[in-house]
């Protein structure tokens, strides 16, 4: 994938556009080519990591490139961010197998880069295939547009390429502008959130004819976070045709990132998407149109549910939209008190005992992390068995006007600590006083390997940024006990996956405005089927503490799904075999059997 400079040779000689140590040094979405020498190799990994750039098998790129150039001899195919050149290598192959006249491809194969390891061994790969290219040495934002003077690129019949997948964390300062502002020029205003393959993208296809194709590899997160939705609507938008392929298995080496490729052509947009699911990289030789199967996508709004065929989208959406609300009808979702260093804010009973701190200096809390909160309530009795096990159940808080000896000697431990310059921390008078939230009526889960979790709040503690909290609207307070439980359903645990974000490693992620969207049992539906458990409450919830949460989900299904909504045992377990489908997809584990 993408990052190397590259400097065009004999006839290709490419428009070479100087690069800053400045620039180079926020270029942090550039490639790492055959190794770090002096570097071992889980620190290669890291940096490759850090600098989104792992690198496209073979077979992904050949699929690609023969795909894009179509059998045409005469197309002109841009990398935007080349890399190793993986890409060129596979076009200017897949060109001499059309018959190609140009005998080194000088005039058909373009790429730009940055980072200088690429240069050399792109090059040494190039000549000994027999190929030329015009590379230029450059962020490829610095590159002028067809739209713009001094543009140093023809227009393109394809864009191929695998884009730097680099979060907004370290996707930042003048690289992030210039990103930004670039995506901007062609009609997209991405969010400060966006990772740097957003504004890669469009800007690569501002290079592309009108009837051009687009093949290019992207992160699977497409489909659902919050930032790729102007990436969603511009897709429909700018092309004719577009398919998707699903990979059941990850294809890159020491990558938790999923990815799908992206096929797109023509112009003027298009209503319904294809899509493809096969194994891995080399099931794609055997892939056929009749594999695939028309997608249509909401207006607005993440694409996760089109994973799901026709029949499993259609029940889903029936079910939901008949008998559940959102959960933002019963209450507003909410961050926890950020501190700035939780490990020095959240205290243990015996750091207070040692220190002198009084309760009243302090707040109770639910310990950060979620681990200690199994079952679907966190009690009184909880708590307490917490401060007996030494986890940091107390947040301090004491009155700013404070000057207690205890406190005086605990603050002392911070500043050598350092914490008082944590961001958080310097923007805040006093810097000790973190701005505590009150107590909500349930604790939300909001990361998760296997899916969100509501837990009542009977202790009336305080909690922290490790998780959310729902505080219930006036007139719902009676549904904090029926939310935690019956949430355990699996309509609820496929809105989770429909409406969550995958992030590498398999975690899904509910900000408070995917959890707000949340499908929960509508208010009557709830009641009623509350009622219907009865008796069983206690043995739930001694089951879901022992861990045996499927035998849960089973009775909430019978209690809500079955009895409460009246649907037939066959469809109850097509909604919770989709939910595993979405979950197994998202965890890498492969289809089930």
Known sequence: ?????????????????????????????????????????????????????????????????????????????????????????????????????????????????????????????????????????????????????????????????????????????EARVKSANAALRQGVRLSGLASSWAATLVQACAFLKPEGRLAIVLPAELLSVHYAEPIRRWLRRRFGAVSLIMFERLQFDRALENVVLVMAEGSGGCEAFSLYHVADAESLSTLTPVDGRAVTFAPEGKWTDVLLDSRRQRLYRDVVGASFAPLGVYGSPELGTVTGSNAFFALSDETRQRYELSENQLLPISPPGTRHLPGSTFTKRDWSEQLSLGAAVWLLYPDPEDDSPGLLRYLRRGRKQGVHRAYKCRVRDPWWRPPAVSSPDLFFTYMSHRFPRLIANQARVSFLNSMHGVRLRTGMRWARRPLSLLAMNSATMLGAEVEGRAYGGGILKMEPREAASLPMPAPEVLASAWELIGDERSTLERQLRAGEWEAVVTRVDDALLRSGLGLSRKDVALLRESAGLLRDQRLHVGPRS
Not at 49 to 71: E, N
Not at 75 to 99: H, K, Q, Y
């Open 1 to 173: 994938m993408g990052g190397g400079a590259l400097e065009g040779h004999g006839a290709g000689v490419g428009h070479v556009v100087p690069v800053s140590p400045e620039s180079y040094k926020l270029r942090v979405c550039d490639s790492v080519v055959g190794g770090h020498q002096g570097m071992s190799e889980a620190s290669a990994t890291l940096s490759r990591k850090a600098r989104g750039a792992f690198f496209t098998p073979p077979q992904i790129a050949d699929y690609l490139a023969r795909w894009a150039i179509a059998g045409d001899p005469q197309a002109r195919i841009l990398d935007p961010t080349s890399g190793e050149g993986v890409f060129l290598l596979a076009a200017g192959a897949e060109l001499r197998r059309a018959g190609s006249s140009g005998k080194t491809l000088g005039d058909r194969l373009f790429g730009v880069d940055i980072h200088a390891d690429s240069i050399a061994e792109t090059r040494a790969l190039l000549q000994a295939a027999g190929f030329q290219a015009r590379l230029i040495p450059s962020d490829f934002f610095d590159v002028p547009t067809p739209d713009q003077l001094a543009c140093p690129l023809p227009l393109m019949d394809a864009v191929v390429g695998n884009p730097p997948f680099v979060r907004y964390q370290l996707h930042a300062g």
